[in-house]
């Protein structure tokens, strides 16, 4: 089967390729797992930060992506939940190893053992891949596969994001960055806090006016002073200047929710702006989100369902896997992004 493999760490701003197009053997499924013949595979910040090296991949080469929808093309020993034919997703959360304290308390994403999907084990760049059944998911015959995609993390991540900021209807909600989750994470709040407004921070008139066109009630830059302060923040950029200009835009007692796997360094000085007084007195919080748990991707798909969340997405060919990832990189964002294999 064809797939693209990262074969070592690279720095994007020097480097055109970073995937390499290979020949794999086709997997073969044990038991508990099934086959997936993929159909598309969103694309995430998450694998800039693993060609990048901050969260590098457990081995070389690795098939990265983990936002993967498919249908079972086979199905392993003692495995029941799907049919072949059935159409299916995968997320981040590869695998946890459910006996430890964390996985019994429904905490899986903080599992010592978890697994990433596409960093610790072969993801969704390819053709096929293989999945234990209980870490796959049924997908709302409501979207279409492209649509779907990007609701298996940058929605999941989203939803848990949002729940963590623990806000009621009626309290201010901002989204510093708005990419493929921050404008899920506006349609999510807008339905469930009806009369909360909420306030988008973004790099670009283009992104700004995309948030207003959402339901933002106030959208720009992040170095400009919104009408007032939230109750919470939720910070989805890679850098860190953005960590310190929503401490100041929060309201005593608010809270900034981390949604990011690793910052990078280009701006880490900024940190040393932060003053005790204007940024964290008055009982501010900072939490950080680390991976996801399967209820999360099961209830969120539910509730995109429900609403209904559909994704704005700029689709990709198979083929193009290198200009999807350097575009993500480099170009103005506007949704998500998508990789989608021939039929």
């Given amino acids: ?66 936002q993967v929808i498919g249908l ?21 959360i590869f695998m946890a190893c459910g006996q430890c304290d964390n996985c019994q308390a429904g905490r899986e994403n903080l599992c010592e053992f978890f ?13 096929y891949m293989v999945v234990n059944e209980n870490f796959a998911y049924h997908i709302p015959d409501l979207f279409t596969d492209v649509q779907a995609a990007p609701l298996l993390c940058a929605g999941a ?25 921050g404008h899920l994470v506006l349609k999510m709040a807008t339905h469930l806090y009806p009369d909360s407004k909420v306030l988008v921070f973004a790099r670009n008139k283009s992104e700004q006016e995309f948030a207003r066109s959402l339901g933002a009630y106030w959208a720009g830059a992040f170095n400009e002073l919104p009408p007032f302060k939230a109750h919470a ?17 929060l309201h005593a007692g608010g809270r900034l929710v981390i949604n990011a796997i690793r910052k990078e360094n280009v701006d880490k000085e900024a940190l040393l702006a932060i003053n005790y007084s204007d940024h964290l007195w008055m009982e501010k919080e900072i939490k950080s989100v680390a991976n996801i748990v399967r209820d999360d991707v099961e209830r969120f798909l539910e509730l995109a369902a429900k609403i209904p969340i559909v994704s704005e997405v700029e689709s990709y060919s198979f083929e193009e896997a290198n200009a999807a990832i350097l575009d993500l990189k480099h170009k103005h964002v506007r949704g998500a992004k998508v990789l989608v294999m021939a039929k």
């Fill in 1 to 66: 089967m064809k797939a693209w493999v990262l074969k070592s760490i690279c720095d994007l701003r020097l480097e055109n390729n970073p995937l390499s197009f290979v020949d794999l053997p086709m997997p073969e499924p044990g038991n508990h797992e099934i086959r997936i013949k993929i159909l598309c595979c969103g694309v995430c910040h998450t694998e800039l930060d693993e060609i990048e090296g901050r969260t590098p991949p457990s081995y070389f080469p690795m098939t990265l992506g983990h």
């Fill in 157 to 181: 991540i989203g939803y848990r994001s949002l729940n963590l900021t623990g806000i009621n209807n009626e309290q201010t909600l901002g989204l510093s960055g708005f990419g493929a989750s």
């Fill in 115 to 127: 697994q990433g999907t596409g960093r610790d084990a072969n993801g969704g760049y390819a053709e």
């Fill in 233 to 249: 923040i939720i910070d989805t950029t890679p850098v860190w200047t953005t960590i310190v200009q929503s401490l100041l835009n």
């Fill in 72 to 92: 079972v093309d086979k199905a392993g020993a003692q495995s029941r939940r799907f049919k072949v034919g059935d159409r299916v997703g995968v997320a981040w």
